[in-house]
């Protein structure tokens, strides 16, 4: 596309020896600000920022913790989240996109305060049965999305990083538990859950799910078609029932941003510059 005009000097060229070298950034993705914490002040700091509006929402380019990144916001739900990894794709020539932001908890050991890393991710509200079974993307044929192997074993390992490093010091400001991280199943729809019959209906229908978010396996899907690495990492804000509103409100204002931050360094920083 050439309305970004960011076109020219993104992609692979020859390198050292012809052989290619990418410098394509990284996406990053939220859905509400919180959710990034500082990240666009930090790549301000780092190396300026550029900032591009396309299809109503702001692209930041730059580099952080030493990594060239495009970072956004996607808003709230499926559609917005696929429109937004769409464009990050086609306008801007991602690498690879990480999705950070909170969730509520579904599986039995995931509390507020700990972190699940997605294996994979599912539409949990995607039902065209009997004509294809539920959950199952028609015409696609797959339900749950894989989440890049290593790029969610770097996510993870940043995670457990933060856990070692600050866990303590975080679960005693906060006042939750030692943070505990997750990887698993994370299921996506177009609901805030929060009551108990309906994260139990979640459960009885997806026993494996660990988290309930409504952007994530949007993404995935949109990522999977185009043939790019994602991964996606959440905290957890609330357990999906019905103190999930207040649960949800005082995380994201209070705690969202402080666990995005310690994450995302660590993981960037060991990414490194893509080129
Ligand atoms: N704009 C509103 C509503 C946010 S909806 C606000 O700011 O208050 C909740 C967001 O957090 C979504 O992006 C979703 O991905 C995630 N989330 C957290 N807990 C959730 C839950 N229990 N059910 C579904 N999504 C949840």
Redesign the pocket.
């Known amino acids: 596309m050439s309305t970004t005009g960011i076109e020219a000097g993104v992609g692979a060229h020859p390198g050292i020896g012809g052989a290619p070298v990418s410098h394509r950034p990284l996406g990053i993705l939220a859905?509400?600000p919180q959710e990034l914490g500082d990240l666009i002040e930090a790549m301000r700091a780092e190396s300026g920022v550029r900032t591009i509006t396309h299809g109503q929402r702001d692209y930041h380019l730059g580099t952080v913790h030493g990594a060239s990144c495009v970072v956004t916001l996607a808003r709230?739900?499926k559609v917005a989240a696929a429109a937004t990894v769409s464009a990050l794709i086609h306008a801007f020539d991602v690498e690879a996109v990480v999705f950070t932001?909170?969730?509520?908890g579904v599986g039995a050991e995931v509390r507020v305060g700990d972190i699940v890393v997605a294996n994979a991710l599912l539409q949990h509200d995607l039902d065209a049965s009997p004509l294809f079974p539920r959950f199952e993307v028609p015409l696609l044929g797959v339900s749950r999305f894989a989440a890049d192997a290593s790029l969610a074993d770097r996510l993870a390992a940043a995670c457990e990083r933060f856990v070692a490093e600050e866990g303590t010091a975080a679960a005693e400001r906060f006042g939750t538990r030692e943070p505990r991280v997750h990887r698993g199943l994370i299921i996506?729809?177009d609901?805030?859950?929060?009551s108990a019959t309906g994260v139990q209906a979640l459960r009885d229908a997806l026993p494996d799910a660990l988290a309930?978010?409504?952007?994530?396996a949007a993404i995935a899907q949109v990522c999977y078609e185009y043939g790019v690495p994602c991964a996606v990492v959440r905290t957890i804000?609330?357990t999906?029932d019905d103190h999930?509103p207040g649960s949800?409100?005082s995380f994201?204002t209070e705690i969202a941003g402080t666990y995005s931050n310690a994450i995302l360094k660590r993981f960037l920083e060991s990414r490194g510059s893509p080129a």
């Open positions: 859905a509400l709230v739900g932001g909170v969730a509520g996506s729809g609901q805030f859950v929060a309930v978010e409504m952007e994530g804000s609330d999906a999930a949800f409100v994201l």
